[in-house]
Each structure stands twice: as C-alpha cells, then as structure tokens.
C-alpha cells in the first residue's frame, strides 16, 4: 500500500509507516538498554499517549511547566521505535528518563521480562476503540507518513480487520493487558478516565511513580494538561512537525479531545458491525469500555 511518503513496511508482522521507523530502528527499539528507573508509555494510536506524555512530564517536573513549553513532547519522551530515537537517547534525558512506544506486546514484551527491563514503570493508556477510530481516521488525512484512505467506511474496515500501521488495535489491548509484571510495574489508565477525573488521575499517577505533588503543584499540572492548554502549546500540539510529515490544513492534532465522539461517525450499521466484532474478538476480555461522557 503506498503512502505520501513511501510505503507501510512489515516487522515482526506488524506494519510499520516507513517514512518514520525503519527496519533498522524498529530492530533498536527491541534492544533498548533500560534502566531499571525508566517509565514507558505503552499505547495504540490516538488512545492519549500525547496526553499522558503531558502528564508525565508536569508530575516529574512538580507542576512546572518550564520544560513543557520549551521542549516538544518527542524529545522529552521519545518514541522507542522513531528513527531519530538514537540522537534524542544521547541527548540528556531527565531522570526519570520517559519513553514512548506504540509497539505490541509481543514485539517488545521480551525486552521487559528480564532485570532492568522488568523494573520500568509501564503506563498502559487505553481508550474506547470506536472513539480511537474515529480519531485514527481523521489523524490519516493529517499525517503524510500514513495511507491515505479516502472514506470512513473503507478506513474502519482496515481498523476491524488489523490492516493499518501498528497492527490491531485488538491484539494491542488484550497483549499489554494482560500481560504478568511485578506489582507497581504496569498502571493501566483510560483515556475516559482521564477525561471523567484529570485530578484524580494524576494523583493516581503521581502516586504509582511516587512522586507525590502538593497542591499548588497539582493545580499546576492539573491547568497545563487541560486540552485548551495542550492545544495552544506549540511543544505538544504537533504544529512544530515539517508539513512533509503533517499536512497542517488538513486538520489539527488536538481535534476534539471528547468521549464519545464516535456517534458523529458512525452509522447504526457500522455500529452493529462493530460490536459484533468487539464481541467475538475481545471474548474472554474482562476489560471495561466508557463509550459515552
Ligand atoms: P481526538 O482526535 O479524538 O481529538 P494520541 O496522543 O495517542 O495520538 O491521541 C490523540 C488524541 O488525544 C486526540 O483525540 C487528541 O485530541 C486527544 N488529546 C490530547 N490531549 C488531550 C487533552 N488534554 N484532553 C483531551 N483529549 C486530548
């Protein structure tokens, strides 16, 4: 399939945009040396990976939004597989030093079993597939390093089938959920959650990387991470990429930042189309989904 940029590549099974990963550095990213002190977010696309990133760095940094504006969220929290990740690792990382992936389970699973790798602390962030759609979709027409699909209805069927850049987002959820890891090894956070309680959350993860924050801290981080703040920040709201990597007239990163905008897509066919599939493959699944606000 061709892309604006090239081509979708296939590694370890899953399909890869080439015009960001190569196979070279899809092949490093399995290798990465961890430090037993690192934090990992782990997420399918468009699930709030670049939300949690935000929060990460407001909690390692107490509230202050230095970094966040001065920074862009790639290089604070590179993505593992990004063919650039080399040169950010040698530039000084904080520490904690954060790290990004939208790799599945069964590609980087066994780099995190054995001391230091079984020590990171995974933030798993999920959020309800028919909203992660929807949202994938849009970010298509956006970014040149994906296909282009020219409707929805062709684009949900590659979502259903597990035909687009980063495998199904199926065996993304149910690998990373349900994998065995020490306890305070894996958080697992939804984006509804997010979106229903941000206090609440980042209290929670403040908590699980025992980083407790005072209040004036957490007012900061709470105010910062709120989608108008993120929107307006140049450092996180992706208007810094080259338009050769995103096209900026077709849309905008921060687009909705809402729970349940799904129902402005979806038809009622598409919709039972999609629960039957929901059904039989996350059969066995015990993991809860937030549809709507
Ligand atoms: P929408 O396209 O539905 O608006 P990712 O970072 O994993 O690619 O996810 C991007 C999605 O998260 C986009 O969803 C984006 O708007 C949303 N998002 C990012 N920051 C947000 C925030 N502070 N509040 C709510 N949604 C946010």
Same mark, same amino acid.
């Given at each position: 399939?061709?892309?604006?940029?090239?081509?979708?590549?296939? #590694?370890?099974?899953?399909?890869?945009?080439?015009?960001?990963?190569?196979?070279?550095?899809?092949?490093?990213?399995?290798?990465?040396?961890?430090?037993?002190?690192?934090?990992?977010?782990?997420?399918?696309?468009?699930?709030?990976?670049?939300?949690?990133?935000?929060?990460?760095?407001?909690?390692?940094?107490?509230?202050?939004?230095?970094?966040?504006?001065?920074?862009?969220?790639?290089?604070?929290?590179?993505?593992?597989?990004?063919?650039?990740?080399?040169?950010?690792?040698?530039?000084?990382?904080?520490?904690?030093?954060?790290?990004?992936?939208?790799?599945?389970?069964?590609?980087?699973?066994?780099?995190?079993?054995?001391?230091?790798?079984?020590?990171?602390?995974?933030? =798993?962030?999920?959020?309800?597939?028919?909203?992660?759609?929807?949202?994938? =979709?849009?970010?298509?027409?956006?970014?040149?390093?994906?296909?282009?699909?020219?409707? #929805?209805?062709?684009?949900?069927?590659?979502?259903?089938?597990?035909?687009?850049?980063?495998?199904?987002?199926?065996?993304?959820?149910?690998?990373?959920?349900?994998?065995?890891?020490?306890?305070?090894?894996?958080?697992?956070?939804? =984006?509804?959650?997010?979106?229903?309680?941000?206090?609440?959350?980042?209290?929670?993860?403040?908590?699980?990387?025992?980083?407790?924050?005072?209040?004036?801290?957490?007012?900061?981080?709470?105010?910062?991470?709120?989608?108008?703040?993120?929107?307006?920040?140049? &450092?996180?709201?992706?208007?810094?990429?080259?338009?050769?990597? &995103?096209?900026?007239?077709?849309?905008?990163?921060?687009?909705?930042?809402?729970?349940?905008?799904?129902?402005?897509?979806?038809?009622?066919?598409?919709?039972? =189309?999609?629960?039957?599939?929901?059904?039989?493959?996350?059969?066995?699944?015990?993991?809860? #989904?937030?549809?709507?606000?």
């Amino acid at each position: 399939c061709r892309t604006r940029l090239g081509h979708m590549e296939s #590694f370890g099974g899953v399909l890869f945009p080439a015009g960001l990963h190569t196979q070279e550095s899809l092949r490093l990213a399995l290798n990465v040396p961890f430090q037993e002190t690192d934090v990992l977010v782990v997420s399918y696309p468009k699930s709030g990976t670049t939300w949690m990133q935000e929060i990460l760095t407001l909690i390692l940094s107490r509230g202050d939004p230095h970094l966040s504006h001065t920074v862009p969220n790639w290089a604070r929290a590179p993505w593992l597989e990004h063919h650039y990740f080399a040169e950010l690792q040698e530039a000084a990382l904080k520490q904690p030093r954060v790290f990004t992936t939208h790799l599945p389970v069964h590609l980087l699973g066994p780099a995190l079993q054995e001391p230091p790798g079984s020590r990171v602390k995974i933030i =798993y962030v999920s959020r309800n597939p028919k909203d992660v759609a929807v949202s994938f =979709y849009h970010f298509h027409q956006l970014a040149t390093f994906l296909p282009e699909f020219r409707t #929805f209805p062709e684009f949900l069927h590659h979502f259903l089938e597990g035909t687009l850049c980063y495998g199904s987002w199926f065996d993304h959820v149910k690998g990373w959920t349900s994998v065995r890891r020490a306890p305070g090894a894996l958080l697992h956070v939804a =984006y509804e959650q997010m979106s229903l309680d941000l206090r609440g959350t980042i209290q929670k993860v403040s908590s699980y990387l025992q980083r407790p924050l005072a209040e004036d801290e957490m007012n900061s981080c709470v105010k910062h991470c709120s989608f108008s703040s993120m929107k307006e920040n140049k &450092m996180v709201n992706y208007s810094l990429v080259a338009k050769e990597l &995103m096209d900026h007239s077709k849309g905008s990163f921060m687009r909705k930042g809402k729970v349940g905008d799904w129902k402005t897509m979806f038809t009622e066919e598409q919709d039972e =189309y999609f629960k039957s599939i929901f059904e039989s493959k996350m059969e066995n699944c015990a993991l809860d #989904f937030v549809w709507e606000e």
